[in-house]
């Protein structure tokens, strides 16, 4: 497509997008390239998880999920856009690519990209108010938009069993993980960063756990958190794609952010119970039980939410490569 280059303005705008993505413990685990007016997408290996995300599956669920963020940004100025997933076969940090095209932006993209500011991770108890079957209907239609899969459980065996491996997982979960999460969440040093979870951002302690609401700071003390009664059961989903590559990680995280920013307009919020997700046997066991679609990425608790408050981003100028280093001791893990 030939059009006039990107103003510094628009660029800025299309990556304030992308950075607001979600990413596991804040991490932000990614650095940004302007090919002309295509955005490049790299997953920033220093930035990931050698102990809590060692194949960097999830540091490539964030980056596309920062990729969808752009598309909407890009959409935001009038430019429809495609993505390239994994587009250099010999780099496998390079995420993804996302490129303007010829095509009018999706109509929808309009109004996700006006609910970037408004999506938070919700760590705060519900309210009691259900949520209506269209909407999780709607959050469905978002994730199929992607090539992903969100299937919606809200009772019954399944439902128990699900309930059942994350307790499981979080009773099995080794201190090593809580010591590197130490780091990013709640950590003394969080004033003067721009990454990571501060404590105000954990939500209270549940009175009774409910094994749903993950507590980031298990185990530890945290001032001023507070004590607050969860609902006792939420409505779970769990999101999947068919493939279990770096590619479909990155489509994981499109699908990811379609389906919150959907569930944002209509006042959906979501935390995250990924601990059976971390463990290899449950993980497979959390895919099986959610009837083969293919491989689960992420498991969501949702309801409908009230404002908590934002985490930080990293300003603009940290996120730009070209300069940023390649890769974790050299070599990509899988
Ligand atoms: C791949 C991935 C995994 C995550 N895992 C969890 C998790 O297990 N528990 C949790 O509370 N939040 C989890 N999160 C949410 C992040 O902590 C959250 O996105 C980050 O702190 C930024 O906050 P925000 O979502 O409010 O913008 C995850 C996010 C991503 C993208």
Same mark, same amino acid.
């Given at each position: 497509?030939?059009?006039?280059?990107?103003?510094?303005?628009?660029?800025?705008?299309?990556?304030?997008?992308?950075?607001?993505?979600?990413?596991?413990?804040?991490?932000?685990?990614?650095?940004? #390239?302007?090919?002309? =007016?295509?955005? %490049?997408? $790299?997953?920033?290996?220093? &930035?990931?998880?050698?102990?809590?995300? /060692? @194949?960097?599956?999830?540091?490539?669920?964030?980056?596309?999920?920062?990729?969808?963020?752009?598309?909407?940004?890009?959409?935001?100025?009038?430019?429809?856009?495609?993505?390239?997933?994994?587009?250099?076969?010999?780099?496998?940090?390079?995420?993804?690519?996302?490129?303007?095209?010829?095509?009018?932006?999706?109509?929808?993209?309009?109004?996700?990209?006006?609910?970037?500011?408004?999506?938070?991770?919700?760590?705060?108890?519900?309210?009691?108010?259900?949520?209506?079957?269209?909407?999780?209907?709607?959050?469905?239609?978002?994730?199929?938009?992607?090539?992903?899969?969100?299937?919606?459980?809200?009772?019954?065996?399944?439902?128990?069993?699900?309930?059942?491996?994350? #307790?499981?997982?979080? =009773?099995?979960? %080794?201190? $090593?993980?809580?010591?590197? &999460?130490?780091?990013?969440?709640?950590? /003394? @040093?969080?004033?003067?960063?721009?990454?990571?979870?501060?404590?105000?951002?954990?939500?209270?302690?549940?009175?009774?756990?409910?094994?749903?609401?993950?507590?980031?700071?298990?185990?530890?003390?945290?001032?001023?958190?507070?004590?607050?009664?969860?609902?006792?059961?939420?409505?779970?989903?769990?999101?999947?794609?068919?493939?279990?590559?770096?590619?479909?990680?990155?489509?994981?995280?499109?699908?990811?952010?379609?389906?919150?920013?959907?569930?944002?307009?209509?006042?959906?919020?979501?935390?995250?119970?990924?601990?059976?997700?971390?463990?290899?046997?449950?993980?497979?066991?959390?895919?099986?039980?959610?009837?083969?679609?293919?491989?689960?990425?992420?498991?969501? #608790?949702?309801?409908?939410?009230?404002?908590?408050?934002?985490?930080?981003?990293?300003?603009?100028?940290?996120?730009?490569? /070209?300069?940023?280093?390649?890769?974790?001791?050299?070599?990509?893990?899988?």
């Amino acid at each position: 497509m030939t059009t006039a280059p990107l103003t510094p303005k628009q660029r800025d705008r299309i990556l304030r997008a992308a950075t607001s993505a979600p990413s596991k413990h804040n991490t932000q685990p990614w650095w940004f #390239r302007w090919d002309g =007016d295509r955005l %490049e997408v $790299h997953v920033d290996p220093d &930035r990931t998880l050698p102990l809590g995300d /060692p @194949d960097t599956r999830e540091a490539h669920i964030a980056c596309g999920a920062a990729a969808f963020a752009a598309r909407l940004g890009y959409a935001s100025l009038g430019f429809g856009t495609a993505v390239d997933r994994l587009p250099d076969e010999d780099d496998p940090w390079f995420a993804a690519r996302v490129r303007v095209t010829d095509a009018a932006p999706d109509p929808r993209f309009e109004a996700l990209y006006w609910m970037l500011p408004r999506r938070r991770t919700h760590r705060a108890p519900f309210q009691e108010t259900p949520i209506p079957p269209l909407v999780l209907e709607y959050m469905r239609d978002a994730a199929r938009d992607e090539g992903t899969w969100l299937r919606v459980i809200e009772h019954g065996p399944t439902y128990e069993h699900l309930l059942g491996m994350i #307790r499981q997982a979080t =009773d099995l979960e %080794e201190e $090593h993980l809580r010591e590197e &999460r130490a780091k990013w969440v709640a950590s /003394p @040093d969080a004033i003067h960063r721009h990454d990571g979870i501060p404590a105000r951002s954990l939500g209270p302690q549940p009175e009774t756990p409910t094994g749903t609401v993950r507590d980031l700071a298990i185990g530890r003390d945290v001032s001023g958190r507070g004590i607050a009664v969860f609902e006792a059961r939420p409505t779970i989903a769990v999101l999947e794609t068919r493939d279990d590559t770096p590619a479909a990680w990155v489509t994981a995280g499109q699908g990811l952010l379609r389906v919150l920013l959907t569930g944002t307009r209509y006042g959906v919020a979501a935390s995250f119970a990924n601990q059976p997700l971390e463990i290899t046997e449950l993980r497979d066991e959390v895919a099986s039980d959610t009837k083969h679609y293919g491989t689960a990425h992420m498991v969501l #608790r949702l309801g409908m939410g009230t404002d908590v408050p934002p985490t930080p981003r990293r300003p603009l100028t940290d996120v730009l490569g /070209p300069s940023a280093p390649r890769s974790r001791n050299g070599a990509f893990p899988v």
